[in-house]
């Protein structure tokens, strides 16, 4: 009787574990959708290559995930994607042009110059910044003369910092602490 016992216990508990793991999957899939039925197509052929897909995935802690600006000053729509570097779980932020299809990485395992570090993990807000003056801020660095719209990364009630493009590459500017 208590060998019956325990094999319909085990079954029982294998039968409910194993579907909430199928309902967790399920509820990840469903998820994703959301979040690629919300890309633009730029972004979601962009992030759709195996490469891109297999190493980083979305964000989904940061709210809004992508950001649409001019970040290179070429008058065309540029993304930034909230990011996690799948192997190390490292946060940051993947910069896509779409005019010449390349990307740039800030944090998620990749630091920038005068930058944060390589983990944005603290990132709390960020939105796109069109001011186009810079006024001086915390550290000696003189503020950098934008040449398409900067992204203002924060840390709510804390600090903040501006991701810009010099022409060649980002680069960061803090602003406040």
């Known amino acids: 009787m208590k060998t019956r016992t325990t094999i319909l216990i085990l079954t029982i508990a294998t039968i409910t574990c194993w579907g909430q793991t199928n309902e967790q999957k399920e509820k990840e899939d469903r998820l994703q959708f959301v979040f690629d039925s919300n890309l633009p197509d730029d972004l979601y052929d962009f992030y759709n290559q195996e490469k891109i897909r297999t190493s980083y995935k979305v964000d989904q802690d940061l709210n809004p995930f992508y950001l649409r600006g001019d970040f290179d000053g070429d008058k065309k729509i540029d993304y930034a994607l909230a990011v996690i570097e799948s192997t190390t779980d490292k946060k940051g932020i993947l910069i896509y042009h779409p005019v010449t299809k390349k990307y740039f990485l800030a944090g998620a395992g990749k630091a920038i110059p005068n930058g944060h570090g390589d983990d944005y993990s603290w990132m709390d807000g960020w939105e796109v910044s069109d001011e186009r003056t810079v006024e001086q ?12 719209e900067a992204i203002l990364i924060q840390k709510l009630e804390s600090s903040s910092g501006l991701i810009y493009w010099d022409g060649k590459e980002y680069r960061w500017y803090q602003q406040g602490d």
């Open 137 to 148: 801020g915390v550290t000696n660095l003189k503020p950098p003369k934008l040449i398409g």
